[in-house]
């Protein structure tokens, strides 16, 4: 059983920054591969993107490359997702998930992640 708690959400000007963190407790951080997924009200949940057990390599959805860096810190057994420039569409509540899976690609399908966090809400103004 692994535990997950996002922070770092809140209120942005489109074009700042904002930088989140998903902070583990539980079974072996180390093990598992870590995704963030975003769901806006009326649409349906979104990878965003996702990093390698080892920190080793990582996969992001088109919406956000170049914009968005996800990086693991396995002794602090968090995982973070900074994202620059954004963008009013960039505004959901981000969730962070884990998966135990850990052979193959890197994977973007909420439903191969075996546990969840609550999520953190990012609201981006124009």
């Known amino acids: 059983q692994v535990q997950l708690v996002e922070s770092g959400g809140g209120l942005v000007q489109a074009g700042g920054s904002l930088r989140l963190s998903c902070a583990a407790s539980g079974r072996t951080f180390s093990a598992y591969d870590m995704g963030w997924f975003r769901q806006a009200p009326g649409k349906e949940r979104e990878f965003v993107g996702g990093?390698?057990?080892?920190?080793?390599?990582?996969r992001y959805a088109d919406s956000v490359k170049g914009r968005f860096t996800i990086s693991r810190d396995n002794a602090k057994n968090t995982v973070y997702l900074q994202m620059n420039s954004l963008k009013p569409e960039d505004s959901a509540v981000y969730v962070c998930?884990?998966?135990?899976?850990?052979?193959?690609?890197?994977?973007?399908?909420?439903?191969?992640?075996?546990?969840w966090g609550q999520g953190t809400q990012v609201t981006v103004s124009s």
């Open positions: 998930a884990a998966d135990q899976y850990v052979w193959g690609t890197i994977s973007n399908i909420g439903a191969e992640y075996d546990y």
């Open positions: 990093i390698r057990w080892s920190g080793g390599s990582t």
